[in-house]
């Protein structure tokens, strides 16, 4: 989340603007592309069950759209800032971009706290962020999807509401879905079986036999718990999993150095992937500082909550064994952690390469949608290791070939595909 010391908009702009000089950008391509399109803010009124009116700020950024419709989800979080969103959107360029998706990036949010808002009143958050935007949004314009703390749920009243407005089925006007109402198979596990699907492929170029392998992991929510279940359905040890608890306001970590089983854990958690912490320790699990999952004794980390995670003030505490770090947040690592993590020589797969099996499911959604018919879930997830798996070793390729570190090679392959396509319509 943005803070005075922290702004991801910054971050990404700092990101790109490194990699802009190093592909020798044009002035006006670097200037084009280093800020949103075009940035919507709007108030959403609801009335709350007790009869009261409250209104909400929401947000939908479109970072560029040059490649096809701007992608990206809605995230729900008390300490949504519009920078975080305009990191996000920009985040999501890149990322339908390195993974050749033919879609742009954009982002939205709500500054809410879904914890204390009734069922009925997210509905009534969900129709109205749609009815603000209606006009912006749409299957050929922009396309939303779910985030933080949104879920299908949340995609079908959105959905609902546009049709009702429309007065037409547009099942391509969202994606994430329910199964059966135009949701696809594979697309909850999807962002976190590409992210492992891409850690697979890294650990196989290392040399490094992926059953040997043993992970620590921050955050419990859908990216993490599907990386988990995939990472050690390949055989890997997950001995830490750090998550938020909301009644302390504050992250602990929960650890089991003879390793995780993820049913029971699932069973003491609760939607928001918050893992009850006296239930936790009464079932043997040792309980640790929020932090702690950064310095255990593992090859793998995972982190895979929200952003500035790892920053110049932890990076430092990186576990000495850690090999691999394999990002399912979006911005976990800032610039300045990510000079000491090249330097220890750990290899990171950057977020937007790492966590696109989500955008790449939704696309695949679209597809699906489109021609009214829906492939099996094996077809789906078989798509969508063939889709990351090449897109690892597209980046890995050029990274060997230049001597880079993947997120640099991710970075060039993905702003060089967008400034392309700005080039060839004429924008710039
Ligand atoms: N919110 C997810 C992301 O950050 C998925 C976006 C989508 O499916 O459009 O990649």
Same mark, same amino acid.
Do not use: W, Y
């Given at each position: 989340m943005a803070s005075e010391a922290f702004n991801p908009f910054r971050m990404a702009q700092q990101q790109f603007d490194s990699i802009a000089e190093k592909l020798g950008l044009d002035d006006a391509t670097r200037d084009l592309l280093r800020t949103p399109d075009r940035e919507f803010h709007f108030s959403i009124p609801i009335r709350m069950d007790d009869g009261s009116f409250k209104v909400f700020r929401g947000f939908r950024v479109q970072h +560029?759209?040059?490649?096809g419709p701007c992608k990206g989800g809605i995230r729900f979080h008390p300490q949504e800032t519009i920078d975080t969103v305009r990191a996000l959107s920009m985040w999501m360029t890149w990322k339908t971009a390195v993974v050749d998706v033919p879609l742009g990036g954009g982002k939205g949010g709500v500054i809410c706290d879904p914890h204390n808002l009734s069922q009925r009143e997210q509905e009534a958050l969900c129709r109205g962020w749609v009815r603000q935007i209606a006009e912006n949004v *749409?299957?050929?314009?922009d396309v939303p999807a779910p985030d933080v703390m949104t879920s299908s749920q949340h995609m079908i009243w959105m959905l609902d509401e546009y049709e009702r407005m429309t007065g037409k089925k547009y099942p /391509?006007? &969202?994606? /994430?879905?329910?199964v059966g109402l135009g949701g696809s198979l594979g697309r909850t596990e999807a962002t976190g079986y590409g992210l492992v699907y891409t850690l697979r492929e890294a650990l196989k170029e290392l040399g =490094? +036999? &992926?059953?040997d392998t043993s992970a620590s992991v921050q955050g419990f929510g859908n990216v993490a718990q599907y990386a988990i279940d995939l990472y050690r359905s390949y055989g890997g040890k997950v001995v830490a999993v750090a998550c938020w608890d909301q009644k302390e306001q504050k992250a602990f970590t929960y650890r089991k150095r003879e390793g995780i089983d993820l049913k029971p854990l699932l069973a003491i958690t609760n939607k928001y992937g918050e893992i009850d912490r006296e239930k936790a320790a009464a079932s043997g699990f040792d309980v640790l500082d929020g932090e702690a999952w950064l310095s255990q004794d593992v090859d793998v980390l995972i982190? $895979?909550?929200?952003? +500035?995670? =790892?920053n110049a003030a932890n990076a430092?505490? =990186? *576990?000495?064994?850690?090999?691999v770090i394999a990002e *399912? $947040?979006? /911005?976990?690592?800032?610039p300045e952690a990510d000079s000491v993590i090249r330097e220890r020589g750990i290899h990171v797969i950057p977020d937007f390469l790492a966590n696109a099996g989500g955008v790449t499911c939704s696309y695949f959604e679209q597809v699906q949608c489109n021609m009214n018919y829906f492939w099996t879930r094996d077809e789906v997830l078989s798509k969508l290791d063939t889709k990351m798996t090449d897109a690892y070793y597209a980046v890995s390729d050029l990274a060997n070939r230049r001597n880079l570190v993947l997120r640099d090679a991710a970075y060039m392959i993905a702003i060089s595909r967008v400034a392309e396509a700005c080039k060839m319509r004429g924008w710039v």
């Open positions: +560029n759209d040059a490649r *749409g299957p050929f314009q /391509g006007f &969202i994606t /994430g879905k329910p =490094i +036999n &992926i059953a982190p $895979a909550a929200l952003e +500035n995670q =790892i430092a505490t =990186i *576990g000495a064994k850690v090999k *399912g $947040a979006n /911005g976990p690592t800032t």
